[in-house]
């Protein structure tokens, strides 16, 4: 009689396991979902979202990687286009929306050739050439553009703000972002490079948006340690301690036996005269504000409030980095080893009482290499909307004048890639061209978001601007608040060749790596208790952050 056969399980009980087209229909559907879910922000018209976490904050915004970074995303193939976004906003800055809803077309187009039994290795290489063709045809479409350009480089910084909920400042942002990217841009072996993380942006409920201002120093939410210090000092002199201004206790465990009341004294004595001689040393050498990265002894703040000088303790590493690259002061680790040439220069420090807060400003430092954006605005919510566009305008602002390149926005470069593509694409024989064809179909998915988010007419408006880039004017693109196609260098609507670049080549890398897998083994406790991956709600997405999205 004939064994009776066990079926082998090569996965734990409770594991799954999706085999070839299961695997990628899932997939796909993974990543078209969360594209879907940021679609309706995209461009000017484009709507909000509201997030709300487990804690019950509530976050209002449309920008893409904002709302991916609080959804509760479990689902792994959903996870590659979130990275999508992250690479985006790390990498320019904004166009995290574009990365994202281009990657979710790509896989809608490469589920149709799926369907038609083409391969997914020859999409995956179809995907891959006219990737690397995109990059070429937008390096010839790029226009240059000069750092001393300002008007240039407003009309880029007001772009990227459009349909951020800060249009009724935009001007007063747009300037303040391109005032300070030109301040702390720097020449480094003849190539222009801009460390955004120099332009620090402080947010104050209270006024309104157009109250916002530009420092030429560094704001530091902090203030004075001791009331008798000055409020104000001009052309101040300004230490930097990594130190703490207290006696330090030993590194070894010590017992003092005091055996009378003089000794006792004596040791309280030595350790005043140890914060004196601190102060002294600090006097010394001309310093009128003291930061401190650590504690302040009560008793050094009583000596330095003696001899009028102002400081602060407890600053941030980062604040006093910044500091530092402001003021041209150096960080000193010992007290005793400060020299009147570690100390910088600003022509004010100045506390003052900002909606209730006292925040110290470092102003009027001579060019300094680090600066400060005081916003204002009238709510909580508001204020943080308006950070979000004011960080997309530095961004891209810091983008430009890196490389140099910009070309036309509102779905005018797409469209121009697109019809290049569909030429490259009669190149090539074979399945590969129509994978081509498909990424090049792709790529319209901009302008006709942006069509359907402003309640415009998608078909009509994506005829007239093919006809119009086949009659070579390929800066045209959509204007979606009088709903036609105009050029839109002429608009004011630009954008940095970067946003595009790196768009695309995030947006068909994630999507080849999803087309690639064709086997989903997954553990039992994925997404700790999520839905099954194939599940209905989407699969292991963690039900979304149980928002029904």
Not at 108 to 136: C, F, M, R, W
Not at 327 to 332: E, L
Not at 361 to 386: A, M, N, Q, Y
């Amino acid at each position: 009689m004939a064994q009776m056969k066990q079926p082998m399980s090569v996965t734990e009980d409770g594991g799954q396991r999706f085999i070839g087209r299961d695997a990628q229909r899932m997939n796909i559907l993974a990543g078209r979902i969360v594209s879907e879910t940021v679609k309706t922000t995209l461009g000017p018209r484009g709507m909000d979202k509201m997030l709300v976490d487990s804690m019950g904050d509530v976050v209002i915004t449309n920008d893409g990687a904002t709302i991916l970074k609080e959804m509760d995303i479990a689902h792994p193939a959903a996870k590659m286009i979130v990275e999508v976004a992250k690479t985006q906003d790390d990498e320019v800055g904004d166009g995290t929306t574009t990365a994202v809803v281009i990657a979710g077309e790509l896989l809608k187009k490469s589920e149709i050739l799926l369907d038609q039994n083409v391969h997914p290795t020859v999409v995956a290489s179809g995907y891959k050439i006219a990737a690397e063709e995109a990059d070429t045809i937008l390096k010839k479409m790029a226009i240059k553009v000069d750092i001393n350009d300002s008007d240039m480089l407003l009309k880029i910084a007001n772009t990227a703000m459009t349909g951020k909920g800060a249009e009724k400042a935009k001007d007063t942002l747009g300037k303040l972002a391109v005032d300070a990217v030109k301040q702390v841009v720097e020449k480094v072996n003849g190539k222009w490079e801009v460390d955004t993380e120099n332009i620090k942006i402080e947010k104050k409920v209270g006024g309104s948006v157009e109250d916002s201002t530009l420092i030429q120093g560094i704001i530091i939410d902090k203030e004075r340690v001791h009331s008798g210090m000055p409020e104000r000092i001009n052309n101040a002199k300004i230490a930097l301690l990594a130190t703490a201004m207290e006696v330090k206790e030993t590194e070894t465990d010590a017992e003092i036996r005091i055996t009378d009341p003089e000794m006792l004294q004596r040791f309280i004595e030595q350790e005043e005269n140890m914060l004196k001689k601190m102060v002294d040393k600090i006097k010394s050498v001309g310093a009128t504000v003291v930061f401190c990265q650590k504690g302040i002894d009560d008793l050094a703040q009583h000596y330095l409030a003696k001899d009028g000088i102002l400081a602060v303790r407890r600053v941030k590493k980062s604040d006093m980095k910044a500091l530092a690259r402001a003021t041209g002061a150096r960080i000193a680790t010992k007290i005793d080893d400060l020299e009147e040439s570690d100390l910088g220069t600003a022509g004010l420090v100045d506390e003052k009482r900002i909606s209730g807060d006292e925040m110290i400003f470092v102003e009027k430092c001579k060019d300094p290499k680090s600066v400060s954006l005081l916003l204002r605005g009238g709510t909580e919510h508001f204020i943080e909307s308006v950070e979000r566009a004011l960080d997309d305008a530095v961004g891209v602002v810091a983008s430009v004048i890196e490389d140099g390149t910009i070309v036309a926005g509102g779905g005018a470069s797409d469209m121009e890639l697109a019809k290049g593509l569909k030429d490259v694409a009669d190149k090539y024989s074979g399945r590969e061209q129509l994978a081509i064809k498909a990424f090049a179909d792709a790529l319209e998915v901009i302008p006709r978001t942006l069509a359907e988010n402003a309640g415009l007419d998608p078909i009509d408006l994506l005829v007239e601007l093919r006809s119009l880039h086949e009659s070579n004017k390929k800066n045209f693109g959509i204007d979606v608040f009088t709903g036609k196609a105009v050029d839109m260098f002429e608009a004011g609507v630009i954008e940095p060749m970067r946003i595009k670049e790196q768009a695309i080549k995030s947006a068909s890398e994630s999507t080849i790596m999803i087309l690639r897998i064709d086997d989903v083994i997954a553990a039992s406790d994925l997404g700790h208790g999520a839905p099954p991956m194939g599940g209905p709600g989407m699969g292991g997405m963690g039900d979304m952050g149980d928002m029904g999205m």
